[in-house]
């Protein structure tokens, strides 16, 4: 089949969402690394969707650069010389690609019409079956909400109805009637179904030039913490002159509102003073609209028990690895309802929340650019001849695991001021594995420090299948097994 590769750092995987929806609004068939299934021979699977593509795009931005994933990936298509598409972001072009005409998309647009067409003549559209997304919109719905009319006013591009709309269905969203006000508890717990679904429709139907995560990537350019419910003055007022609601040092009143495909992006939904959603007095869009944008970015990194993420995602960002780490601790004892100081047992490591899970462990990958992360644990763990069974793999075997990522050195396994929180570790090294309950014998408790994780391995392979099995406890120092009691 034909598809277009996209070549990209994972750090900028906010736009490749957006890239990504609008390519498939062409009906255009895409292939992201992402569709690589757990255990799938990495670099062989990367060959071969090089080799297969019909259009090789590539999004320059300084993190892509450093990646030597992308560097490959282009230098291959150099060599196949396929038809290459540079799209530069962020940073300088690059030399490797200086030959090509490059399509500019600073500050987050996405490319004119024309390159959509061009790609539509080289690589042909799927049919509407083949689609890899269903042309049937989700329009779920927590509170029971109806956004079929939304979704018509979308597709026909009447943007100022469905601004309107948007802000009918969202007070109604939290429980409140029209010519309402949000409160400040409104926006910080907006029922995360809903809001998706808004945003999806902005920004499917706009082909990604609109929409509350189109506006949470410009508001984080301007130096905003994702992390924050606030802001101050200056960064809101700057973020509001890029989506075009402050002109001249002056906010825009309802007819200046641009309701055409020409506004600038992230113009809508919202734009609307009258529509009393967030910019109905500068008070309220400075306490209102930034906490939807941290909504949506905790409603973007999903958890099954409610834990906001947003937070680890900022220390990572930051490769503020001691503290994403301590971060990771402290919430994933959360997850299984216990507080800090308080240590696992191995069935709740095995009955983990998987989306959690998932979640802590695609944001350490991706902010450490695939080093760190328990998914790359459990690689390196199976690679030194352990079996993912939930069972202690052996002395020699998890003695060996633990030198590879660097918890084991001269034959012992090292303290917690030993763990290195800089860039260089070893790969692997982070996070550390929660500790774990290992042996109750005589009511004598041993905890373990990286013995727990077997179990989390087990976890991250088998996901949301159950666990029929009597769970064994070993002891750390001989690896005996001791069952529990």
């Not at 060599?79 to 490059?102: C, D, H, Y």
Request: aromatic content about 12%; charged content about 25%.
């Amino acid at each position: 089949m034909s598809f277009i590769f996209i070549s990209y750092s994972r750090e900028d995987v906010a736009y490749i969402k957006r890239l990504v929806q609008a390519l498939q609004q062409y009906e255009l068939p895409v292939w992201l690394d992402e569709h690589t299934d757990d255990g799938t021979i990495w670099t062989h699977v990367l060959q071969e969707k090089v080799e297969a593509c019909q259009a090789f795009l590539v999004v320059m931005t300084p993190r892509s650069y450093a990646s030597s994933w992308v560097q490959s990936e282009v230098t291959y298509a150099l060599e196949l010389k396929k038809r290459i598409f540079p799209l530069l972001l962020e940073g300088n072009r690059w030399l490797s690609v200086s030959a090509l005409q490059t399509v500019d998309v600073t500050n987050g647009e996405l490319p004119p019409d024309k390159f959509f067409d061009g790609l539509c003549k080289l690589v042909p559209p799927m049919s509407s079956g083949s689609l890899t997304l269903s042309n049937d919109d989700d329009l779920s719905s927590e509170r029971g909400i109806d956004y079929t009319r939304l979704r018509d006013l979308l597709k026909s591009g009447n943007w100022k109805t469905a601004d309107m709309e948007t802000y009918k269905l969202m007070i109604q969203a939290v429980g409140k009637g029209t010519n309402e006000w949000f409160s400040e508890k409104d926006c910080d717990s907006f029922p995360c179904t809903d809001l998706l679904t808004i945003d999806k429709l902005w920004t499917k139907y706009s082909k990604g030039r609109f929409g509350l995560s189109v506006q949470q990537q410009i508001y984080a350019s301007c130096r905003a913490k994702l992390d924050e419910k606030c802001t101050d003055n200056e960064v809101w007022s700057e973020f509001c002159k890029q989506v075009g609601w402050r002109v001249d040092g002056h906010w825009i009143t309802s007819s200046d509102v641009v309701y055409d495909m020409s506004a600038l992006p992230g113009h809508l939904p919202g734009g609307n003073p009258g529509s009393r959603v967030w910019v109905d007095g500068f008070a309220l869009g400075i306490w209102c609209h930034p906490r939807l944008l941290h909504r949506i970015e905790a409603c973007n990194l999903p958890s099954e028990k409610g834990l906001d993420y947003s937070r680890l995602r900022s220390f990572l960002q930051a490769c503020n690895w001691q503290a994403a780490n301590q971060e990771t601790s402290e919430l994933m004892l959360l997850a299984v309802g216990k507080k800090l100081g308080d240590v696992f047992t191995p069935e709740e490591l095995l009955s983990f929340p998987f989306t959690d899970l998932q979640t802590i462990d695609s944001l350490w990958e991706q902010y450490s650019q695939g080093k760190f992360g328990f998914s790359v644990q459990k690689q390196l763990y199976v690679s030194c001849g352990a079996k993912l069974s939930a069972e202690y793999p052996g002395g020699q075997v998890f003695s060996n695991f633990g030198k590879i990522v660097g918890w084991r050195v001269d034959n012992t396994w090292i303290d917690y001021d030993q763990v290195d929180f800089t860039g260089t570790a070893p790969r692997g090294h982070l996070p550390m594995p929660p500790s774990t309950l290992m042996s109750k014998i005589d009511n004598v408790v041993e905890v373990g420090d990286w013995f727990g994780f077997p179990y989390l391995a087990y976890r991250l392979e088998f996901g949301r299948s159950p666990v029929h099995r009597e769970i064994k406890f070993f002891s750390i120092d001989d690896g005996s097994y001791k069952r529990h009691k």
